[in-house]
């Protein structure tokens, strides 16, 4: 059964500290990002990455950098967590899509961080 | 940023009844997808839409997805317990990778 994997389904920070979020999946897919989801707002892209050592910007880079040294592997890190980084974390993957690829993205089970 | 309004926001009927989902947005879509995600998982794709004024079915769910590609329904018949869930619709304007998603609706079905 394909997947992604989350590292941690829970995790709680301290203010200040530097977090990690892995995420690793076993499609040998291209594409990975990093979404937070926190109710009302929906689904809010961070980064996301086509391809080994490639990154790019989402709608809300701002608190958080990434790494994508191996294609499988795609990390989330805040580098000094706050409060209003308490959220759901979701990792996903896709193959790299045409108009007519139909795959669309696959989750992983998230990881729901608290930062105190 | 693009905006994907999801109507309604909260959904509880009971087992049995009908209901539609609506995504709604001013941006025009090369492709749209809708998802369910239940509690304490990651969102699951259930269809991918490219046409406008496509219909699709998967079992006693049917999505349209608008004429002009800037809006998408999602119709459930007959619903049951084990469609509860919170429903994204998700959308990409540029022909890419990167989709957009929308707020959701929590549906809840009850017994």
């Known amino acids: 059964d394909v997947k992604v994997t989350q590292s941690s389904r829970y995790l709680v920070k301290r203010t200040g500290e530097k977090v990690f979020l892995e995420c690793v999946q076993d499609m040998d897919h291209e594409n990975m990002f990093w979404y937070r989801q926190d109710p009302g707002l929906g689904l809010r892209l961070i980064y996301f990455s086509y391809d080994v050592k490639m990154k790019e910007k989402g709608d809300i880079p701002e608190g958080y950098s990434v790494s994508r040294e191996k294609k499988e592997r795609f990390s989330l890190i805040l580098e000094s967590a706050s409060t209003n980084q308490t959220s759901m974390y979701l990792c996903?993957?896709?193959?790299?899509?045409?108009?007519?690829?139909?795959?669309?993205?696959?989750f992983g089970s998230g990881t729901r961080l608290t930062v105190v | 940023t693009q905006l994907l309004e999801q109507s309604p926001q909260f959904l509880s009927i009971q087992e049995g009844e009908n209901l539609t989902v609506y995504c709604n947005s001013s941006?025009?879509?090369?492709?749209l997808q809708w998802y369910r995600q239940e509690p304490g998982e990651g969102p699951v794709l259930l269809v991918t839409v490219v046409t406008g004024g496509e219909v699709k079915k998967l079992k006693r769910l049917t999505f349209q997805f608008g004429d002009a590609r800037k809006d998408s329904s999602l119709h459930i018949t007959a619903a049951q317990p084990g469609d509860t869930g919170l429903y994204l619709c998700?959308?990409?304007?540029?022909?890419?990778?990167?989709?957009?998603f929308g707020t959701g609706t929590r549906l809840k079905v009850l017994a």
């Open positions: 998700a959308g990409d304007t540029s022909g890419t990778y990167k989709y957009i």
């Open positions: 941006s025009v879509f090369s492709s």
């Open positions: 996903a993957s896709s193959l790299f899509q045409r108009r007519d690829n139909m795959y669309g993205y696959t």
